[in-house]
């Protein structure tokens, strides 16, 4: 495969929520071995696939990788080249559907046996702890307010090489500060192209995909990224 921008983000994205969605389902899902073992299992398991996202986007031709299209669009605005967006996004929600798709079919049998509908649809959506709109929005702008000006920051600062493993300790202190309450999406990509996927897939069981609360996850992250930017 030829490496490019496109091809970066997409299989770069595909890498994080594989994985991210993934240590939910260990987490979550009856018989698994990771059963039950709590949120440092999750918030960590999603720092480091963030971590291995952007490592592999590099790898693949994104030379400054976004996986995000809160990111996307913040970055557009800050540097008003706004040609790549379209490709950056389609990869990234293209990646993030496929994503979804590889942890359904690794965890294939425990989707039978476990009855929980909410479990099921927390492998692959955010939703509130306590549904509040206004908080629920306020939590994911600003989780995703300040994941943009880290990120910013770290690649404004750093030329170890070892920007995605700040990136990631990055992510995994805000799922452990700023997650509890509505699960972190931060990320457009992380929440609608998974959902999508819950939607479609022959999930036994599966229950509601929630549609109603998905635009929380979809407009408050790129909201906050665009503060974000602007401050930085």
């Not at 709109?133 to 170890?160: D, R």
């Not at 992380?190 to 995909?209: E, F, M, Q, V, W």
């Amino acid at each position: 495969m030829q490496p490019s921008p496109f091809v970066g983000e997409f299989i770069g994205t595909f890498f994080l929520i594989f994985l991210g969605e993934s240590v939910v389902a260990n987490v979550l899902l009856k018989g698994t071995k990771g059963n039950n073992s709590g949120l440092i299992m999750i918030t960590t398991a999603w720092g480091l696939a963030v971590m291995t996202g952007v490592f592999v986007a590099e790898k693949f031709g994104s030379p400054a990788p976004h996986l995000n299209p809160a990111l996307t669009v913040a970055f557009a605005l800050q540097s008003g080249d706004w040609s790549s967006v379209p490709s950056f996004v389609l990869a990234q929600m293209g990646g993030a559907f496929l994503g979804a798709v590889a942890t359904y079919l690794f965890y294939y049998p425990h989707w039978a046996v476990t009855e929980d509908k909410g479990d099921k649809l927390a492998v692959f959506a955010t939703g509130p702890a306590i549904p509040h709109t206004p908080s629920n929005f306020f939590a994911e702008m600003s989780g995703t307010f300040v994941l943009t000006v880290g990120v910013s920051s770290i690649y404004a600062m750093e030329g170890s090489g070892l920007g995605p493993f700040l990136v990631g300790m990055l992510v995994f202190v805000i799922g452990n500060a700023l997650g509890g309450t509505t699960g972190y999406a931060i990320n457009p990509a992380r929440d609608l192209a998974p959902r999508l996927a819950h939607y479609l897939l022959p999930i036994k069981g599966k229950g509601d995909s929630h549609w109603e609360y998905a635009w929380i996850p979809l407009v408050a992250p790129v909201v906050g990224a665009v503060l974000g930017i602007l401050l930085f």
